[in-house]
């Protein structure tokens, strides 16, 4: 899930880049839904092979490091850079995207090989 949350984030920044205004969040959720929409993107990757998992999050993480290394810090860190990001920065959207997202994931995944083991 953590390479369609980037997906998300690649989309968002790129369109908003030329102009077109776009929201950050599949049309139907918002924050409080947040949850909802990983249930669902959970849902419609169940027969989603391991390996191809792999490999997506593998080219999505290029991806968006490449993107990220197009901005300079004061861009990714400094409110007010992008209107699209509304009172937050573009870094803060990153790093969601990435290492906070990562790091829920690995969680869940520990939780579930610990369930496994038993």
């Not at 419609?44 to 990220?68: F, G, P, R, W």
């Not at 860190?77 to 994931?105: E, I, M, P, Q, R």
Request: hydrophobic share 40%; glycine share 6%.
């Amino acid at each position: 899930m953590a390479s369609i949350i980037i997906k998300f984030l690649l989309n968002w920044v790129t369109a908003n880049q030329k102009g077109e205004e776009k929201p950050f969040l599949r049309e139907g959720y918002n924050w409080k839904t947040f949850g909802d929409m990983n249930v669902a993107f959970w849902k419609e990757h169940q027969k989603t092979l391991y390996a191809d998992a792999i490999k997506m999050l593998q080219n999505s993480h290029v991806k968006i490091v490449n993107l990220i290394d197009c901005f300079s810090d004061e861009e990714l860190f400094s409110k007010g850079v992008f209107s699209w990001t509304g009172g937050s920065t573009l870094g803060s959207y990153c790093v969601s995207a990435t290492s906070s997202h990562y790091d829920w994931a690995m969680k869940k995944i520990k939780k579930y090989k610990k369930e496994l083991d038993k």
